[in-house]
């Protein structure tokens, strides 16, 4: 099944990518990305993992209900109970694939899950069989394969492969591995497992050494046909395989690499903006593809050999990945069908026609305060409208900050909670600090601020500055977003989101912690 020429992209953002801490999603906000993979073409989107908790099976449920050009997967553990949630949730899926996985290195298979590599191959055989009485399509993984011996993982994915599982991922769960290294594993396990022919190889390469691309990149050359990976690299500690880089690494290295995907690349850019405002996990300007410096010539000599010949310096299109093509802007004269077509444009699909409304009045704000309205400008605008449909335990009602040389800033708000206005105010180093210790004393939280940033959302001192607050208490992290022209504005509304996040909290289980 290897001989293929097209890579299998397979996207985990809304799994491992929500497993980074802070990055919890809403059912809401996964459908909307789940949408915008689908356009992008992806063809498997790892939903999530049914058993955690209700909300991620309610998530899971929605997306496999929806979505129906891509396949849509839910992780399991080699747990029947998982099985049959995952199962559940996949129920209305047009095409539903069920992931189930258990360690197969020494050190996890002796000292997480206490079990015998016998007993390991037994219960792995026993979920694929189970997964595959109830769903055609099966993916098995050995987590922790990167450091698993080379026959013992023969052993237990030739058993997976007769179970019936079509799909074996070969994770580098910890990021150990070294490209060569890795493209060997894979290469061997093509090769020396007798029914290897009837599965597709994947890779799931983390990022602890930098390398998860590399390796992901190397494992397609031995042999791999699927390649998980996440928008951003987003995902545990270090992050995934980012979706973009390997995607473009295999258009770009087509001469070499000699396979392809099907993922419409222009829509790469809207996707990763919107994942970074979903999750409050700013981009870094120097990041591969879709940092805000991947396409832009700083020096002279750069800048003069791009405008003689682009291929001088640029190894491929800024528009092949969505730069430039998508900054129409709108201003305050755009009417609502301009707004509405926009939208539409960039894959943001709203809901019924109040959503559309309330929207347009936020639009209609910023275009006061804002001469041009570029497409972050209406990222934002949307993702702030959206999660005004969860509730809001804490609201902003005012805000007035006094900030003075030679005088101690101060914050005056008026707040909302639970629906009962209260005013607070206080001081601080600054207008942000003061804003944030007058909220405290009235939430009394208790949380600790981990995170405070700002990143201009598009260029000019005009811009709407975008503000992600991370707070954790109890071991439990959130981030909260929020996004003003007034940045101390969008600091209080970052940080009263943070709160809002933290109050809905449910528990939820993580799949490799509480794993069997
Ligand atoms: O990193 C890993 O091993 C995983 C598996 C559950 C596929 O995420
Ligand atoms: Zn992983």
Redesign the pocket.
């Known amino acids: 099944m290897t001989s293929s020429d097209r890579v299998i992209i397979f996207d ?1 953002t809304l ?2 990518g929500e ?1 980074s801490p802070g990055a919890s999603m809403t059912k809401e906000e996964k459908l909307r990305i789940a949408k915008a993979l689908e356009r992008m073409r992806v063809d498997v989107i790892e939903a999530g993992f049914a058993i955690a908790s209700p909300g991620d099976f309610e998530a899971v449920k929605a997306i496999a209900d929806t979505i129906k050009d891509s396949t849509v997967c839910s ?1 399991s553990r080699a747990l029947d109970g998982d099985i049959e949630r995952a199962a559940e949730a996949l129920a209305g899926a047009n095409s539903g694939r069920i ?1 189930t ?1 258990i ?1 197969t290195s020494p050190i996890h298979m002796q000292h997480k899950l206490r079990m015998q590599p016998d007993q390991v191959v037994e219960q792995a055989v026993r979920a694929v069989k189970k997964a595959r009485n109830l769903c055609a399509d099966v993916e098995f ?5 990167g450091r698993s011996e080379i026959d013992f993982l023969c052993r237990i994915v030739e058993a997976a492969i007769d179970a019936g599982a079509r799909t074996i ?1 070969i ?4 990021g150990y591995a070294i490209p060569h290294e890795y493209a060997e594993l894979i290469s061997q396990l093509i090769n020396r497992v007798p029914n290897a022919d009837k599965a597709i190889f994947s890779v ?1 390469c ?1 990022n602890d050494l930098g390398l998860a691309v590399a390796n992901s990149l190397a494992a397609v050359v031995a042999g791999a046909r699927q390649v ?1 990976c996440t928008i951003n690299g987003l ?2 500690r270090a992050g ?1 395989a980012a979706l973009e880089e390997i995607v473009m690494a295999i258009k770009t290295r087509h001469d070499l690499l000699g396979v392809h995907t099907n993922i419409d690349t222009p829509h790469i850019l809207s996707v990763s903006r919107m994942v970074s405002g979903i999750t409050g996990f700013p981009v870094q300007p120097n990041k591969a593809i879709v940092g805000a410096n991947a396409f832009a010539h700083e020096s002279g000599i750069h800048q003069d050999g791009v405008l003689k010949h682009r291929e001088t310096y640029e190894i491929m299109s800024a528009q092949d990945v969505g730069w430039h093509t998508n900054r129409m802007v709108l201003g305050k004269l755009s009417g609502r069908s301009a707004f509405r077509s926009r939208l539409v444009e960039l894959g943001i699909e709203m809901a019924n026609e109040t959503e559309l409304n309330a929207a347009f009045a936020r639009f209609k704000d910023l275009a006061d305060k804002k001469s041009e309205i570029f497409d972050e400008d209406l990222q934002a605008l949307v993702s702030e409208t959206l999660s005004q449909d969860t509730p809001e335990f804490y609201k902003l009602v005012s805000l007035e900050v006094a900030s003075k040389t030679g005088e101690v800033p101060h914050a005056h708000l008026v707040l909302s909670i639970d629906g009962k206005e209260v005013a607070t105010d206080d001081q601080g180093s600054g207008p942000v600090d003061a804003t944030f210790k007058a909220i405290e004393k009235v939430a009394q939280s208790g949380a600790t601020l981990l995170l405070y940033s700002v990143n201009a959302i598009t260029e000019g001192t005009d811009s709407q500055g975008e503000v992600t607050v991370r707070l954790e208490r109890g071991g439990r992290m959130v981030n909260g977003n929020g996004a003003d022209t007034d940045i101390v504005i969008a600091s209080a509304k970052a940080y009263l989101n943070a709160l809002n996040l933290m109050h809905m909290g449910t528990a939820r289980a993580h ?2 912690v509480d794993g069997v």
Do not use: I, K, M, Y
């Open positions: 985990t799994r491992d497993q992780l992931h996985f360690a993984s050995c987590e922790d394969a991922n994770p580098d769960t910890v799931h983390h998980e995902g545990e995934n799949p490799q």
